[in-house]
């Protein structure tokens, strides 16, 4: 979902960092890249130990929240990456079916799907806490293809983070990398690197009309 449907991870880096910054860490920027793709509580987790356990976990959660929820809450709907929902209906067409498997909060997965009008385009979304193992483990891909029906060869996990791609491989599906190069991500495991949701689109029916 982050980094996939709508350009979040600056703004959530932006703002981690800045509240980093509060808390006195005077490191590099690149460690607390490592966020990214994590489950809130591994979050809260790595900003921890990066300031060496000198702030207590809760006091970084209600920050955190306070700052995201209330005092710099997204538009998620500003911040969609062009062609998304275009590409979602496109898709529908085809006859895909399409699953949101994300590390992000469940209520948050179906608010900002709300807020991009794109909700009733996706047959199942799961959030990383209402599974056994969050990323990088595979089992929400593996919930979403059973949910779904699905065989593995006729999966695709469509990621941006290293947690995620791994998670993706893990699951023994093809994995494809939306291609962004601003926060360090290894992405060289997936099985195939797109530009964007557009270009994924245009891959898929060319892979259909091959099979």
């Known amino acids: 979902m982050d980094g996939i449907l709508y350009d979040s991870e600056y703004y959530y880096m932006k703002g981690t960092i800045d509240q980093m910054r509060r808390y006195g860490y005077d490191g590099p920027e690149r460690p607390i890249y490592a966020i990214m793709g994590t489950s809130m509580d591994e979050t809260y987790q790595i900003l921890y130990d990066l300031l060496?356990?000198?702030?207590?976990?809760?006091?970084?959660?209600?920050?955190?929240?306070?700052?995201?929820?209330?005092?710099?809450?997204?538009?998620?709907?500003?911040?969609?990456?062009?062609?998304?929902?275009?590409?979602?209906?496109?898709?529908?067409?085809?006859?895909?079916k399409t699953a949101v498997c994300s590390s992000s909060p469940l209520p948050l997965i179906r608010a900002s799907l709300k807020e991009m009008e794109i909700e009733s385009l996706?047959?199942?979304?799961?959030?990383?806490?209402?599974?056994?193992?969050?990323?990088?483990?595979?089992?929400?891909?593996?919930?979403?293809?059973?949910?779904?029906?699905?065989?593995?060869?006729?999966?695709?996990?469509?990621?941006?983070?290293?947690?995620?791609?791994?998670?993706?491989?893990?699951?023994?599906?093809?994995?494809?990398?939306?291609?962004?190069?601003?926060?360090?991500?290894?992405?060289?495991?997936a099985d195939l690197t797109v530009k964007d949701i557009r270009s994924l689109t245009d891959w898929i029916r060319k892979e259909n009309s091959h099979a």
Not at 126 to 155: F, H, R, T, W
Not at 163 to 184: H, M, N, P, Q, S
């Open 122 to 189: 996706f047959d199942f979304a799961e959030s990383g806490d209402n599974v056994k193992n969050p990323k990088p483990a595979p089992d929400i891909y593996l919930l979403a293809q059973q949910e779904l029906g699905i065989a593995k060869n006729e999966c695709i996990v469509y990621e941006d983070s290293t947690l995620g791609i791994e998670a993706g491989k893990r699951a023994g599906i093809f994995t494809v990398a939306r291609e962004d190069r601003r926060f360090y991500q290894d992405q060289s495991h």
């Open 52 to 96: 060496e356990g000198k702030v207590p976990l809760d006091v970084i959660r209600e920050n955190n929240e306070r700052y995201f929820n209330e005092e710099h809450p997204l538009n998620f709907k500003e911040i969609m990456f062009p062609g998304v929902k275009e590409e979602l209906i496109r898709m529908k067409e085809m006859g895909l």
